[in-house]
């Protein structure tokens, strides 16, 4: 339990590094900019009698309205009927020293199946909104009764920086909302009227209002004045696609070993779900196994997750392991996206590539894994050098990671960052992380 404990710990590290830097002192003006999606001629997704450019249109200014209750300076990055280019939008961010952007868009797809709510945060880690977005997703998903399909990052065909425009072109952090899709009917209904704009509307606010500490379940007692600007803008190029990914295909969750009182269940339900968990079919039976260890792909996907980084982005590139099998195929696009990103290297034995997928992991491993990860998002800024000056002193088992050297500079790395810390005095580098000590880790992130 003592290393659950610590696991936790460690993911509340994790975490606590993508707080965004919101202005929390009081008496800061806090500054927001919405971007409601599309606009004049462009009239963004159709579908079911709807166009996106309204329903983005009614959705931001509800928002606009809820946030302002509450003291938030907010500006449009448009005028109604207008159509802006994704920079100039995102130049009023930094024109009115915007604590964040926030696009308010609505998705649709081929078919009417397709379902819920995404939002997205950039890929670079000095512009990371993980919290926001989460927040964010969190509250419309409850609110609105949608399906969740994730906090994602989506990187562009430069492979280095954001797929979004209105993201890749903000100077600061930027967020982009999904509402529901528009080609599903069903999606659709719940902002089919002006009450159900109000609620997304509203819901996203609150969002917005919680990564300021602010308190929204009370109604703020007297009237707060902001400033109301709006930005006009005439520029008109750039533009977002709405495009989706595939949905995780639904099986049944029937292990042999699994049972309702184990303290993991709960985590192995939502971690399921996400399609993130394979079991072992043995003798005619599903076993989950969770006091094995956790494999190379398991962490690798944590790792992924945790990044933010959307793994059906790399299902165009080609890497071939000597010992990649069918029944690894599911995972076949994190494994491909770890390879890309160096994250996993795999093993050269006899000029030949092996991935080893299903092998364990120790402690050490897996967190030099999450370090190289962290360094290579770090690595479009000057991150500085300054981490290798990190002992290991704290840990009472120092001793044990000098002795691995391929381990030491990205410990330090994490240490220096305040992703781990050694508050149990013990780092114990070489054991073996559990199967169910993963799953609880990819439920919670
Ligand atoms: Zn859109």
Redesign the pocket.
């Known amino acids: 339990m003592r290393r659950i404990c610590y696991f936790v710990l460690c993911l509340i590290m994790i975490l606590n590094c993508f707080i965004p830097a919101f202005a929390v002192e009081t008496g800061l003006r806090k500054v927001v900019v919405l971007d409601p ?2 606009g004049g001629d462009d009239p ?2 159709e579908g079911n009698g709807f166009f ?1 450019k309204d329903l ?1 249109w009614d959705i931001t200014n509800f928002c606009k309205a809820e946030l302002e209750k509450f003291g938030i300076t907010v500006f449009l990055s448009r005028e109604e009927g207008e159509n802006p280019s994704l920079s100039a939008r995102a130049k009023v961010a930094k024109e009115k020293d915007a604590d964040v952007l926030v696009s308010i ?3 649709s797809f081929t078919n009417n199946t397709a379902k819920g709510t995404e939002v997205y945060h950039s890929v670079k880690s000095s512009k990371r909104f993980y919290n926001l977005a989460e927040d964010v997703l969190d509250n419309f998903v409850s609110d609105m009764g949608t399906t969740s399909r994730g906090v994602k990052t989506r990187y562009g065909s430069s492979g280095t920086d954001d797929y979004y425009g209105i993201i890749r072109n903000c100077d600061r952090p930027a967020i982009l909302v ?1 509402c529901v899709f528009i080609s599903n009917p069903n999606d659709v209904s719940k902002i089919a009227d002006a009450k159900g704009r109000e609620k997304a509307g509203k819901a996203i606010a609150h969002g917005i209002l919680e990564q300021y500490g602010i308190d929204w379940t009370i109604e703020p007692t007297s009237e707060i004045t902001t400033e109301t600007t709006k930005e006009t803008t005439t520029e008109t190029t750039g533009e ?1 696609t ?1 495009e989706i990914t595939e949905e995780n295909i639904a099986k049944e969750m029937t292990f042999e070993d699994l049972t309702t009182e184990n303290w993991y269940y709960p985590y192995v339900q939502k971690v399921f779900e996400k399609g993130l968990i394979k079991g072992y079919f043995e003798n005619g039976k599903w076993l989950l196994k969770p006091e094995n260890n956790a494999t190379r792909i398991e962490s690798v996907i944590f790792v992924l997750k945790h990044l933010g980084i959307n793994e059906k982005d790399f299902s165009e590139f080609e890497v071939s392991f000597e010992d990649f099998s069918e029944n690894q195929k599911w995972a076949e696009n994190y494994i491909k996206a770890a390879y890309k990103l160096g994250i996993m290297k795999g093993e050269m034995r006899d000029d030949k590539l092996y991935l080893n997928g299903d092998k364990g992991i120790t402690r050490g491993e897996f967190f030099a894994m999450m370090a190289r990860a962290l360094m290579i998002s770090d690595n479009d800024e000057s991150y500085d050098e300054s981490y290798k000056e990190i002992d290991f002193s704290k840990f009472s088992d120092k001793e044990e990671m000098k002795k691995l050297p391929w381990f030491e500079s990205e410990f330090k790395y994490l240490i220096y960052n305040n992703i781990v810390e050694g508050s149990d005095g013990r780092f114990e580098p070489n054991n073996n992380i559990k199967r169910c000590e993963i799953i609880k880790m990819l439920a919670v992130s």
């Open positions: 999606g599309h963004g997704a996106e983005n868009h609505n998705n999904e977002i709405d």
